[in-house]
């Protein structure tokens, strides 16, 4: 199937005992058996659920795998792909990265012997650079949050792979989504998403998703899912299923809003430097045009007036764009990294890759275009 109708069709069967075309809602935690150890293929809904089932055959057929687990949150399903590793192995991560991840790295798995050293993933020889005989992962994100940063998926997982197949080099995909780029046609191993955001799309769910096709990773990643228990609930499987439904419908929309959003930007007065990857003048345009079919509805960008005060009247002046946490839903957001989603970073990290105060997080929604334009030049007006 082509991609549109894989997002509707992929990985899923009729309800075999009523013929439902949406499956059910199996809000159950057990499962009658007819004799000891005899069942029908579900015993605790710990180690699996029918609702769950039907999304990870709907997740792993997006992004074109064998095997997919829906977590709890996203940052469950990081902290999945960790526990694969041993004290003393280390990771290579990229200096921009979401502040979930690098707090959970730092404040959590560091004080149990994991190490991490971060690079600039501009350049693949960066990464290659920092690999020691202890580098076990390498862990990607592209587009960057929140400085739309891209990385080479393709060149970074052959180098690597160079050095050693035995490390593991996994891509958090949420930005992109698998309607924009797909990494284990790329070679790499694993594809995290927080299906929070775009793959949820409403706004609605809390969830985190991890897919495969290896089928040994697959069964490991499977029994630590188990045996740590952070599993997605079945309502909350349900509500993905069906925002998975219409991600190509959203995505083109986030991308054409996206795009206009940031030509806007460029051209205003006031705005200092946008972030983009579908604008020519970013540095990785080219890369992105290889590996996206688009470029995705995440801008950032930051004002001339640099102060906070400025940064704060724009935020507190958007009508349609709402300030909050989060991204990827239907309505579009406004974000804070330096006070919202990367306030766990350190301040003299952020300033050192340009995580300022006056840096600005657009999640383009799908509204009509006129509005987004009208209500960004309005905030704009309102810091003078």
Not at 320 to 340: D, R
Request: hydrophobic share 40%; glycine share 8%.
């Amino acid at each position: 199937m082509k991609f549109n109708s894989k997002v509707i069709h992929g990985g899923q069967m009729h309800d075999p005992s009523t013929g439902a075309v949406m499956p059910p809602i199996y809000q159950t935690s057990t499962y009658a058996q007819s004799s000891p150890g005899k069942h029908k293929g579900y015993e605790y809904s710990r180690a699996a659920n029918p609702t769950r089932t039907a999304l990870e055959n709907a997740f792993a057929v997006l992004e074109n795998g064998t095997h997919a687990f829906a977590f709890a949150s996203g940052l469950a399903a990081v902290d999945c792909v960790l526990r694969v590793l041993k004290p003393g192995d280390e990771v290579i991560a990229g200096d921009d990265l979401y502040g979930g991840s690098y707090r959970m790295f730092t404040k959590l798995f560091q004080q149990y012997g994991l190490r991490f050293s971060y690079v600039d993933m501009n350049d693949p020889k960066n990464v290659v650079n920092a690999i020691t005989d202890k580098t076990r992962l390498i862990w990607i994100e592209t587009p960057t949050n929140p400085l739309m940063k891209i990385a080479d998926i393709e060149e970074i997982t052959q180098q690597v792979k160079l050095v050693s197949n035995s490390i593991l080099v996994a891509v958090d995909n949420t930005f992109a989504t698998p309607y924009l780029q797909r990494p284990l046609d790329l070679g790499v191993d694993i594809v995290m998403h927080s299906a929070t955001k775009y793959l949820g799309g409403h706004s609605d769910l809390v969830m985190g998703a991890l897919m495969v096709k290896n089928e040994a990773l697959a069964k490991e990643l499977h029994f630590i899912q188990f045996a740590a228990g952070a599993i997605a609930g079945p309502m909350d499987a349900f509500l993905a299923l069906r925002g998975v439904k219409t991600l190509h419908v959203r995505m083109e929309r986030h991308c054409k809003n996206g795009k206009a959003v940031a030509e806007y930007l460029v051209k205003h007065p006031k705005v200092k430097e946008v972030y983009y990857p579908g604008l020519e003048n970013h540095p990785n345009h080219e890369i992105a045009k290889k590996q996206m079919d688009d470029f995705g509805g995440m801008v950032s960008f930051k004002l001339k007036d640099e102060s906070k005060e400025a940064t704060f009247t724009f935020l507190e002046n958007t009508k349609v764009f709402t300030l909050a946490e989060s991204l990827g839903g239907v309505e579009s957001l406004v974000n804070h990294p330096v006070t919202m989603t990367h306030a766990s970073i350190p301040e003299e990290e952020r300033l050192k890759i340009g995580i300022t105060d006056s840096l600005i997080r657009l999640s383009v929604g799908i509204e009509d275009i006129d509005d987004l334009i009208e209500d960004l030049e309005q905030a704009l007006d309102a810091t003078t």
